[in-house]
């Protein structure tokens, strides 16, 4: 049968333009190198192939069995089904041609024809992301987007160990770094032979377009800087992210903030993160709004949101960086005490932005979260961060995607609902299952005002998971949705 799945895979790099016919020969013969076989017969006829996750199962079920290499967990597998992708993936020089090529006639086709190819790689695995649980749920605010992360999968105990006891030689130094395309990967980093990532200037800055292996909404891409330097907010990042949006005006581009809590998960490595979806946030509008005395052209508001968001908006891009510094310069220095907002405590940098970037029309649009990530005693993971009542469902940092409205869940919770809705439908206690035990007191506050069913628990739990990320979000905001508040709020766009 290995002989059927290696005609199987060539003749799926052939219909996704992944292998040139010219190179037919030479791609299978590839192939069978890494399965160590000498002969093989060509196929009489090509049979539609399967899903490219099911034909890589099987070869790398294959390869276990002759003893070629080991596949008995998940991070095993993929090491060795990138691997087998990676000899049909075209070099760095071919496919950067090729989106530039389509660039030349629009942005939009290049970046069709590079989510395509990602995904027909399996760099981008569309069998793993299809498993996500995701709805929508009506709030105040808009309707926000929920998703339970089941894509990216969980390391076994072993695993983590056998990670730990890694020596990392630094190369690559993150996952982020350049070095990563084409990197054969080990058990404590993913392999990417099937990687490739595409060279964009930024402000005369080298800068690089990925999409996420884990997209969690349309398009998700990264922009990651040439060098392995920290993440850092300041005028160079406004005008960067505005540049992107300039030539890619289908996308919008945003930055994870420069300070742990209220930051991303890498902030060794600077990056923006995109992509081509409707955010609720983008389609807030506005509160209030005000005239900046200093940038005429510039138009600005507080937006109808959870968290605490400037709005500006110019038809030229560099009104808006010179705009956004000093919103920046005057944060960053800041402190209202009755507020409980402070700049730093014991010379540690507590103000920061989360900035996002986007075309309306003929306008350039940006978005400034503003960020406090103060600790204390009876918050010791975040004044402004997801308070303990919510851990249960939400207590990961408040990054780029769940400050524009997308709530990403840990997969725990897929597990956690099912048994909740069973016990509630069973009228079971709640606190005598491990699973439910942390979710009893969240769900007694809402159980009495529905009526439920069989057929109304699921969107009952699902709209209430979204009711908490909202909270969540709340959590989040400098200013909260009260008059002080808002009177908090207008003391320090006074200062502006």
Known sequence: MIQEWIGELVTYGLQNGLVDPADEIYVTNQLLALFGLTEYT?????????????????????????????????????????????????????????????????????TDAYYRFSQATNYIRKDRIEKDEKWVVDTEYGPMDITINLSKPEKDPEEIARAGRMVHAGYPCCLLCKENEGYAGQIAHPARQNHRIIPVNLCSETYYLQYSPYVYYREHCIILNDRHVPMKIDRAVFAKLLDFVRQFPHYTAGSNAD?????????????????????????????????????????????????????????????????????????????????????ETEGVQHNTITPIARRRGQLYELDLVLRNNITTEDFPMGVFHPHAQYHAIKKENIGLIEV?????????????????????????????????????????????????????????????????????????????????????????????
């Open 259 to 343: 300070l742990p809590i209220v930051g991303g998960s890498i902030l060794s490595h600077d990056h923006f993160q995109g992509g081509r979806y409707p955010f609720a946030m983008a389609k807030a509008a506005y509160e209030f709004t005000w005239q900046l005395k200093a940038f005429p052209d510039v138009h600005a508001g507080i937006l109808k949101w959870p968290m605490s968001v400037i709005r500006l908006q110019a038809e030229k891009a560099d009104s808006l960086v010179q705009a956004a510094d000093r919103i920046l310069t005057v944060w960053r220095k800041y402190t209202d005490q009755n507020a409980f907002i402070f700049s």
């Open 404 to 496: 524009m409205g997308l709530a990403v869940l840990p997969a725990r919770l897929q597990k956690e609902m099912a048994e909740l809705e069973r016990r509630i439908l069973a009228k079971e206690d709640l606190k005598e299952s491990e699973l439910t035990a942390v979710h009893a007191q969240w769900a007694e506050q809402w159980i009495a005002k529905y009526e439920i069913t069989e057929e109304t628990i699921h969107a009952i739990v699902q709209k209430e998971i979204g009711n908490v990320f909202v909270k969540v979000l709340e959590c989040a905001g400098v200013y909260k949705r009260t008059p002080e508040g808002r009177a908090a709020f207008h003391r320090f766009l006074e200062k502006l």
């Open 42 to 110: 060509v196929p009489a006829e090509r049979k539609l192939p399967r899903k490219i996750s099911h034909i890589l199962e099987d070869m790398t079920e294959y390869g276990r069995q002759m003893g070629i290499w080991q596949t008995d967990t998940i991070t095993q597998k993929d090491l060795i089904d990138t691997k087998i992708m990676g000899l049909l993936t075209p070099p760095p020089s071919v496919v950067r041609k090729q989106f530039w090529r389509l660039y030349s006639i629009s942005p939009e086709k290049a």
